[in-house]
């Protein structure tokens, strides 16, 4: 019997389905943030797997404005920092739960893996896996400034010389500087709201020190390396790769305490390939693949045994920005509740629009 036209359309459909899904399987949609996967370990990946990796890159606001935009549809995986999960997962349904067997838990540092398991927890369930981690603090000039904390960028011996971010970290690195814990009100709004609108009043004060508010790394770089800005709050590998340039600029913790972040993988509500999701985090916690990683985005990771195999310069730089004390100073940024970014929100406009 020959098949009706029917029958051979039917059949054409599910070839079409079928390669469909086919090709869904070799792509991994990955939303992340610049350098942190660079293009040996995606060669590598592909030779390993057959899978490639589409790559968007992004930053924390991103993720979550594209994510809600779409319901948690459009990637696989995405790498949001651990204090930006449970808050937007709460109001937006971004993330599907980890699935915990699917991860090679023996790949990660134990400590950190608990914490971010801890800090990404919602309603039971952990939503997401530490990555790579690192620290804000203060970048200076050392031949061009003295400076030990956040508000020595406001001293009037560099007016017009320093930089910070208009975003929420600046908010945070001043309140603890001013001796307060902006963590331990997250869950008192109105207290919360009070204290950063004394933050606010303290960086409008300060305005007239900030030569720009940066926006991009490039931009900040080359004004340190011109001498341009003496003094920044910036990220620690921003500072060691000024260092490797020149000796006299380095990253310094802050008296009051640096502002530790751990960027995460977290599996997007709507993705299509959870498969290759959890290939790609334990392929990327392998110490060899995870030292190429933090060679390249310049951080460390929660890789175990990652950090005996990265260059002896970044290490020595670490140390010699982090003795022991500065290191159990770290402030390390807690899950976000619902609300508190709507109060920074205000105030970083305020700030904006001060003369």
């Given amino acids: 019997m020959k098949p009706s036209r029917t029958m051979i359309a039917a059949g054409l459909v599910a070839m079409g389905l ?13 939303i992340t943030w610049a350098d942190y996967v660079p293009a040996d370990v995606v060669a590598q990946f592909k030779k390993e797997t057959g899978i490639d990796v589409e790559i968007t890159l992004s930053n924390n606001e991103e993720m979550i404005s594209k994510l809600r935009a779409t319901g ?15 808050g937007p997962q709460q109001e937006f349904a971004l993330y599907k739960p980890m699935d915990l067997t699917k991860i090679k838990s023996e790949l990660f540092l134990p400590s950190m893996l608990d914490a971010t398991k801890k800090n990404t927890t919602l309603a039971g369930k952990v939503y997401g896996l530490p990555h790579i981690w690192g ?8 031949k061009l400034a003295k400076m030990g904390d956040y508000p020595d960028l406001c001293k009037s011996d560099v007016k017009g010389k320093t930089a910070v971010r208009l975003k929420r970290p600046t908010l945070l690195a001043f309140a603890f500087a001013a001796g307060k814990d902006p963590f331990a009100l997250y869950k008192d709004p109105k207290a919360y709201g009070a204290l950063m609108d004394e933050v606010g009043k303290t960086m409008i004060a300060c305005k007239s020190n900030v030569k720009f508010y940066w926006d991009n790394k490039d931009q900040l770089l080359n004004g340190m390396r011109a001498g341009e800005i003496v003094g920044a709050m910036m990220w620690d590998t921003g500072g060691w790769k000024l260092n490797n340039e020149k000796s006299e600029i380095q990253f310094i913790a802050p008296k009051s305490g640096a502002l530790g972040w751990i960027d995460t993988f977290a599996i997007p509500a709507k993705g299509r390939n959870d498969a290759a999701a959890y290939a790609w985090i334990n392929f990327n916690m392998r110490p060899e693949i995870a030292a190429k990683v933090a060679g390249s985005a310049g951080n460390f990771t929660a890789s175990k045994g990652a950090d005996q195999l990265m260059d002896a310069k970044l290490k020595a730089q670490f140390a010699s ?8 100073n770290v402030k390390w940024y807690p899950a976000v509740p619902a609300g508190i970014e709507e109060i920074e929100g205000r105030v970083l406009d305020r700030i904006k629009a001060a003369n």
């Fill in 18 to 30: 079928s390669a469909s899904v086919l090709a869904q399987d070799q792509k991994l949609r990955l």
């Fill in 72 to 86: 948690g549809a459009g990637f696989d995986l995405a790498q949001p920092s651990q204090d930006r999960i449970t």
């Fill in 135 to 142: 620290t804000d603090g203060l970048v200076v000039n050392t």
């Fill in 321 to 328: 920005s982090f003795p022991e004390s500065a290191l159990k």
